[in-house]
């Protein structure tokens, strides 16, 4: 496996999924790829308590690779409740630096209740350690934020953002961050462009999602991964009216603060 060397680079993709079989397989290239293209740092977050196992075994072989463990909301009917409580052992390894990813999604069908359920004893576990939190928050804005008004967080992001203006405004002046992906870069993204007008650039972080929302000029042609960040990258840079260099620095410099990695 290839190990990262110690220049520095400037951006870190702070949201993908390496475990999955479509980045896994090809995990050499995937790295080496992200590394020409001079993402140094990569989270993989994980959906499931087997999949938070797996991504802590993943950064065992990893220099620059950090993982979250947590349950996604469309992993909860699947999930048994006692994967939640198995969670919180898994913080004591170096490797996680994340909760995650939780929350709501209304567009998919699993069980709001169970939903609710798992998010706030994940939540719960995240207060008592203290750890940053990863949201997933589909078409469930108005609900998440309430659920989270009740929970002291250290830091939480709603990471792949794909909500309005007024609710970006609304997370920002909640406190919380906010992660964006290529699907600001697709051609009917203009309520997703404004919102990264009206995220400042100190709440911000940019991700892949990867395997999944290639940006363009690669959306449906390629299999998402790392090294495309920097498309998302350069597009916020436009938006803010940045030099990429800026960008670059800024968002690396609030990645690092976010996941306390340096």
């Known amino acids: 496996m290839p190990r990262f060397g110690a220049r520095r680079s400037p951006l870190i993709d702070t949201h993908c999924h390496l475990t999955d079989e479509r980045l896994s397989s ?40 950090r993982c979250s463990v947590g349950i996604h909301p469309n992993y909860v009917a699947e999930s048994q409740e006692a994967d939640v409580a198995a969670l919180e052992p898994l913080l004591s390894d170096p490797a996680v630096v994340a909760i995650g990813e939780m929350g709501m999604d209304y567009f998919h069908g ?31 804005v108005d609900d998440t934020l309430a659920i989270m008004a009740d929970f002291q967080l ?29 699907v600001i870069t697709f051609k009917k993204s203009d309520e997703q462009r404004r919102a990264v007008l009206a995220t400042p650039l100190e709440r911000l972080l940019v991700e892949t999602d990867a395997p999944y929302l290639s940006p363009e000029p690669f959306r449906g042609q390629k299999v998402n991964e790392p090294s495309l960040v920097v498309h998302t990258a350069r597009r916020v840079a436009e938006l803010k009216g940045l030099d990429y260099a800026e960008l670059d620095a800024a968002v690396t410099r609030n990645a690092e603060t976010f996941y306390d990695w340096r």
Request: with cysteine; aromatic share 8%; hydrophobic share 40%.
């Open 110 to 140: 699993s069980p709001r209740d169970r939903q609710r359920w798992f998010f706030i004893e994940q939540l719960r576990i995240a207060q008592r350690a203290q750890r940053p939190v990863i949201i997933h928050c589909r078409e469930a």
């Open 154 to 182: 250290l830091r939480a992001v709603f990471h792949c953002f794909t909500g309005t203006e007024a609710e970006a405004k609304r997370i920002a002046d909640a406190g919380y961050w906010l992660g964006y992906t290529g």
């Open 26 to 65: 090809q995990l050499d290239d995937v790295l080496s790829r992200a590394e020409r293209n001079g993402v140094r740092k990569m989270v993989s977050v994980a959906t499931n308590l087997e999949d938070s196992r797996a991504s802590i075994a993943l950064c065992q072989k990893l220099d620059n690779v």
